[in-house]
């Protein structure tokens, strides 16, 4: 079986805004860590261990707002390496001030989603931050780290093209990257279907290249790339996928949650695997263990797989 190699440090769930469509990197809340109990050796002696042992040398810094935590450029630093790729997930808000956090990257996607003030207020329910995005996006320009827009697609702005067309110009004046993320689950209010995502696409004069995993692309000459992205549940029941069970295990990260457990599944709310003692006594036989049987658990007894 050919695994992603790739772990999401979920560092913390607090989050600075309160999106409409947020699913929490697939949390569930009654299992939040509140101590703050981790500390930046113990991501160190993580991605090292994995690194070591199991090949696995991409990592990324997701949250909630991965910028909130005081410590978050001390784990970078310390993950970071010549051999393995360490990307960071966040709104943007904070990145102004801990700028520096981008010598220790290789990417950085900032969720922004749009440029008219109402509408990034309705969709984060917080006033007067986009401003504070679109600063902290000019602050690392100069940096040598890959930046990305990440869109998602909620059906209240993005019903009609103006919102995207936005988008699209300011990337293209900033020579970035757009990832269009189709919301989910399917049955949220805010949802639009890959279908009419690409429709929109398409209308723009671009046209479909390669589709790889849980990214399809986009290219129109002289403006920037586009990618259509999914989490795996999106694909379950796609006719594309002959395998549902093989493709989750074949696409999933490894999500470690805020207090070190390991949530194999977005739609069962099942036990956790916890990796805090392992991680505290820098135990790697034990880590690589609860690793092997996470993986084990990912895709198998699926509630979304029709039989």
Request: with cysteine; glycine share 4%; proline share 3%.
């Amino acid at each position: 079986m050919n695994y992603k190699n790739e772990v999401r440090f979920v560092v913390t769930n607090k989050c600075n805004f309160d999106c409409i469509f947020c699913h929490n990197e697939g949390m569930h809340k009654e299992n939040i860590n509140k101590k703050n109990i981790i500390n930046p050796n113990d991501f160190k002696f993580i991605a090292e261990t994995l690194e070591k042992c199991l090949e696995i040398k991409k990592f990324v810094l997701t949250g909630g707002e991965p910028l909130l935590r005081n410590d978050i450029v001390d784990i970078a630093k310390l993950i970071k390496n010549k051999n393995n790729e360490i990307n960071l997930i966040t709104n943007g808000v904070l990145l102004k001030n801990k700028q520096n956090i981008a010598n220790y990257l290789d990417g950085i996607h900032v969720s922004i989603g749009t440029l008219d003030k109402d509408k990034h207020e309705f969709r984060t329910g917080v006033k007067n931050q986009l401003k504070n995005t679109l600063e902290g996006i000019d602050s690392i320009l100069n940096f040598d780290v890959d930046i990305k827009l990440n869109v998602a697609m909620v059906k209240s702005e993005n019903y009609n093209l103006d919102n995207l067309i936005s988008i699209i110009e300011y990337a293209k004046k900033i020579n970035k990257e757009i990832y269009l993320i189709e919301i989910y689950p399917r049955n949220s209010d805010h949802h639009i279907s890959f279908d009419y995502i690409e429709k929109m696409i398409y209308s723009l004069g671009y046209k479909r290249g390669l589709e790889k995993g849980l990214k399809v692309s986009f290219s129109k000459e002289g403006y920037p790339n586009l990618y259509i992205t999914f989490i795996p549940c999106a694909f379950v029941n796609s006719p594309l996928v002959d395998d549902a069970s093989a493709f989750c295990k074949q696409n999933q990260s490894i999500y470690i949650m805020p207090d070190f457990t390991i949530q194999t599944c977005f739609e069962k709310n099942e036990e956790h695997i916890s990796i805090m003692e392992d991680v505290k006594n820098r135990y790697e036989g034990g880590l690589i263990k609860k690793i092997k049987l996470a993986r084990a658990k990912i895709g198998k007894n699926c509630p979304l797989i029709k039989n």
